[in-house]
């Protein structure tokens, strides 16, 4: 039997899924504007790709130089934000002549700033460190950094300002409204625009919403909470990973599956294989027991991943033959259940696609099918 099928394996991507997610983003806290987060690709979806699909966001944040001036190479308008500002003076005359919205976290940034002389001005924000201590000013530094920062010449306007969640997954925890307090408390003064929210904090705390929304997973379909999946937030699946069985075989009892043999059948039964693998970012991490779509029922991973190739236990579904469809995740089987049988999380499984897996832009298709 011969099918119309892509090559495999095969990276699906739903812009209706991104434009329906961004839509769910903006009901969760109505008024707000969005800053659509894509850096690392679009999270693995492709960043130019995601970027035109998200025509309506009101802007998009990145964390590297490079894809800020790609994504202006490539006629997006909008404004940009660049998540951890510039490194140094070179760096800052290449985002101002870009028109690049610079995060300031550190006094050295608002140096160079101060002794640029730029061609065109920039817009800043000034970020805050209110718990997560990776990056931003310390709370009793942030007034007079504000002051200075707002001072400066370069500036277009005064000064938005940011900050970032450790915890927001946490809906029961209190480091949420922790940093919520601290946040309040050092910029009680400065009546500026301010951005806070990353998904979990769009979706579980709105008492952060401020300003200025900063989602990311969720506008890929995932949610962002442990142990949630998509449906909880009526988000859609935005990547669908998908490749086809290659071979089924007869094991006897006893046979051991894969690198290592780690796996033994103990029966005689089919053993499948699917042409997918840690070539094409499917983890190796990845335990016997996490679960596969074929012919859109699972049945589960056995033997180590390999390069090019996974193992299937195909005692549920004997009939199974090559050619047939696999999906390793998106529709139909949640990376956010995928993730867990890897003992990692939803993003880093989709921004570890690798190049070498085909991406197909898709439209038009009922949701969850
Ligand atoms: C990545 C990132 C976000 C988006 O986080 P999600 O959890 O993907 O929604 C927002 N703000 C900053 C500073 C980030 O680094």
């Not at 690709?41 to 944040?61: E, P, T």
């Not at 940034?109 to 817009?123: D, G, K, M, R, V």
């Not at 939803?346 to 085909?358: G, K, M, N, Q």
Request: aromatic share 6%.
């Amino acid at each position: 039997m011969t099918r119309a099928t892509a090559p495999a394996p095969c990276a699906r991507i739903d812009l209706d899924a991104l434009r329906h997610n961004l839509t769910r983003a903006r009901a969760a806290a109505p008024g707000r504007r969005v800053i659509a987060v894509i850096k690392a690709d679009g999270y693995g979806h492709g960043m130019l790709r995601v970027a035109r699909a998200l025509a309506d966001a009101d802007a998009f944040a990145v964390a590297r130089l490079d894809e800020t001036l790609a994504l202006r190479a490539a006629g997006i308008d909008k404004r940009i934000l660049l998540l951890p500002g510039v490194a140094g003076g070179e760096e800052l005359e290449r985002a101002a002549a870009a028109r690049i919205d610079l995060a300031v976290h550190h006094i050295s940034q608002i140096e160079a700033i101060e002794s640029a002389w730029l061609s065109s001005p920039i817009s800043a924000w000034l970020k805050v460190d209110s718990g997560m201590h990776r990056l931003g000013f310390a709370p009793h530094r942030v007034a007079a950094a504000y002051a200075r920062l707002a001072d400066c010449a370069a500036l277009a306007a005064a000064p938005r300002l940011m900050t970032h969640f450790a915890e927001a997954d946490d809906r029961a925890g209190d480091a949420t409204p922790r940093q919520l307090a601290v946040f309040a408390a050092c910029t009680a003064g400065l009546a500026v625009e301010r951005s806070l929210a990353n998904s979990a904090a769009v979706l579980g705390w709105p008492a952060a919403h401020g300003d200025w929304l900063r989602p990311g997973l969720m506008l890929y379909g995932i949610s962002p909470f442990v142990g949630g999946t998509a449906a909880d937030h009526d988000l859609h699946p935005a990547m669908t990973l998908t490749t086809s069985l290659i071979a089924v075989n007869q094991v006897p009892a006893g046979g051991k599956v894969g690198y290592g043999g780690t796996w033994t059948c103990p029966e005689p039964m089919p053993v499948g294989a699917a042409a997918i693998g840690y070539g094409d970012g499917y983890l190796r991490h990845a335990e016997a027991g996490t679960p596969v779509l074929l012919n859109g029922r699972r049945v589960p991973l056995i033997g180590r991943v390999s390069m090019d190739t996974i193992t299937l236990d195909l005692r549920g579904q004997p009939e199974a033959r090559p050619g047939d469809p696999v999906v390793l995740w998106g529709r139909g089987l949640p990376v956010e259940e995928v993730a867990c049988h890897m003992q990692t999380i939803p993003y880093e499984l989709v921004t570890r696609v690798a190049a070498r897996v085909h991406f197909i832009e898709e439209t038009g298709r009922a949701p969850g099918i």
